[in-house]
């Protein structure tokens, strides 16, 4: 006689055994699922390829930063701005505060609607201007205008990069390639567009949708479109594409971490420590915006939690360890300015480094710089330093610029009298210009100068042939003329172009010689 008892605890058993084993079988299929099919809409494999795309839009991997940048770089689409560099020209810029206006009906950017449509199609600034220029750096501010870019981007370039990329079969590491192809050239199917690339890659090699090889399609696609880049002067150095056949040889289909590669000359690494620590900001950024939401009191707790929030964000904007940690390629520039004429080259590079989001800059003036600021520009000396991260007495030996132990990626002296000259020549740090620019010297650092002096005497040479034997740059302002230039800010471009080209900051504040 079988035990009934014992009968139903066996069943009970095997029935424990089926639905565990039904469980591990879910769990393990929704894994293979989720590896099979994750795409970069969302999470990790987002921010990977928006940190990938913010190094050669912006020489950083800190893409949460550049939702305020914007800037003329000269490209021939009139203002560049926001996370992936939307433009004037090209009409993005216009739909992404057409869609801030319906975030925010009263918004500071609604009274350049007018204009960025006039502008639409060509360079010009005409409405816009510097006025555009501060507007939008204080509407960034608002969480309203990052999320308008984050839905032009995923409307118009993320979402139809994943759909055409699952078309053809391809990968996270294709999703983020197409991705890219569409952010610089743009949707549409002419020959220079994304449609028309991928459509010349199509009919030169299968997809792998249709049966073909991943690494000989990606390697077809980037063949077609440097091709394309080729034709643009702003699109001459292939670095961005280098660095996706290099994961195409490396078959990292699946953007694993840690990446390495070099994007104009600068190397970055992405490991997977620095993503989460990227991505732990913006979520902070997130929890911010609904404490600023909710938070009406002084006294409540949100506004502790947000004002803690705030004071590490201004601790860290100024720790270039920190910083470095986190991936990004940060300059520390030390400024000098002298009493000798020619201070508008000075505001201007000191204007074109405060544009940079991955530059800070370290200012000192001496006495005579301030009265010639007066003299000859328009600036006072309140509206200059604000161009600056940190200023310095000209009498502050004890400063940190000082010192070897001050880490910095180099020094340029702009204008530079004759009399710095001579005492950098002798060794002879009697303020803090001179001062700064003998430990540079020692430090075996980037030293740049710009002479101003004319005629220049056999002593002047003799000091400036010394400096230059220790490596010392001499930069003199001497404008180029085969770019027809038409305005005295024309001939101060190309200087500062010069200027930023000596310390291996990418730029196209003047048009460069493209052959006759």
């Known amino acids: 006689m079988i035990n009934s008892r014992g009968g139903k605890r066996d069943m009970r058993k095997w029935w424990r055994w089926f639905i565990g084993l039904g469980v591990m079988v879910s769990i393990g299929s929704g894994v293979w699922w989720y590896t099979q099919h994750r795409t970069i809409l969302t999470g990790q494999l987002r921010a990977e390829t928006f940190a990938l795309v913010s190094s050669a839009e912006n020489s950083s991997l800190d893409y949460q930063k550049q939702y305020r940048y ?23 810029l216009l739909k ?116 073909g090889s991943v690494k000989n399609y990606l390697r077809t696609f980037l063949v077609v479109r440097a091709k394309v880049m080729r034709q643009e002067t702003a699109h001459q150095d292939l670095s961005r594409l280098n660095t996706q056949w290099q994961f195409v040889v490396a078959d990292n289909e699946r953007l694993r971490l840690p990446l390495t590669w070099k994007m104009y000359g600068q190397s970055f690494t992405l490991t997977r420590t620095k ?47 920190k910083l470095k940690e986190w991936g990004l390629k940060m300059k520390r520039i030390i400024v000098g300015i002298t009493g000798a004429s020619g201070t508008i080259y000075a505001v201007d590079l000191l204007k074109k480094l405060h544009e940079l989001p991955a ?39 004890g400063a940190t610029i000082a010192s070897g132990s001050f880490l910095n990626d180099g020094m340029v002296i702009v204008p530079a009298s004759m009399k710095t000259v001579a005492g950098i020549a002798a060794g002879y740090g009697d303020d803090l210009i001179a001062r700064a620019a003998d430990v540079t010297i020692k430090e075996q650092r980037k030293l740049v100068i710009v002479p101003r002096e004319t005629p220049l005497s056999v002593i002047h040479l003799e000091n400036l042939t010394r400096l230059a034997k220790l490596g010392v740059q001499i930069v003199p302002p001497i404008p180029a003329f085969y770019n027809h230039p038409q305005t005295i800010q024309d001939l101060v471009n190309h200087q500062t172009m010069k200027i930023l080209d000596a310390f291996h900051i990418r730029n196209e504040t003047d048009r460069r010689w493209e052959g006759d």
């Open 359 to 397: 530059v800070e800059v370290h200012l000192v003036m001496s006495t005579w710089a301030k009265k010639n600021l007066a003299l000859e520009t328009d600036y006072d000396l309140k509206q200059l330093t604000a161009l600056a991260d940190k200023t310095y007495h000209i009498n502050d030996q």
């Open 70 to 92: 914007v800037e003329d770089i000269h490209d021939g689409r009139g203002y560049t701005a926001g996370i992936i560099g939307f433009t004037s020209a090209t009409g993005d």
């Open 96 to 211: 992404v505060v057409n869609r801030y206006q319906q975030l925010a009906p009263r918004n500071r950017l609604r009274k350049y609607l007018p204009a960025l449509r006039k502008v639409n199609g060509s360079a010009s600034h005409r409405g816009l201007g510097s006025a555009f220029v501060r507007d939008w750096h204080q509407a960034a501010k608002d969480q309203r205008l990052v999320r308008a870019q984050n839905d032009v981007v995923e409307q118009m370039y993320l979402r139809p990069a994943v759909k055409a990329a699952q078309k053809d079969g391809l990968a996270p590491l294709g999703q983020y390639i197409y991705y890219d192809a569409l952010v610089v050239h743009g949707p549409g199917n002419g020959a220079a567009s994304f449609g028309g690339i991928r459509r010349a890659a199509k009919l030169r090699a299968k997809t792998p949708a249709q049966g």
């Open 275 to 321: 993503l989460r620590q990227m991505m732990r900001w913006w979520f902070l950024s997130t929890c911010l915006l609904v404490l600023n939401r909710i938070s009406t009191s002084p006294n409540t707790i949100c506004l502790r939690l947000r004002e803690a929030v705030n004071l590490k964000r201004r601790q860290s904007e100024h720790n270039v360890i």
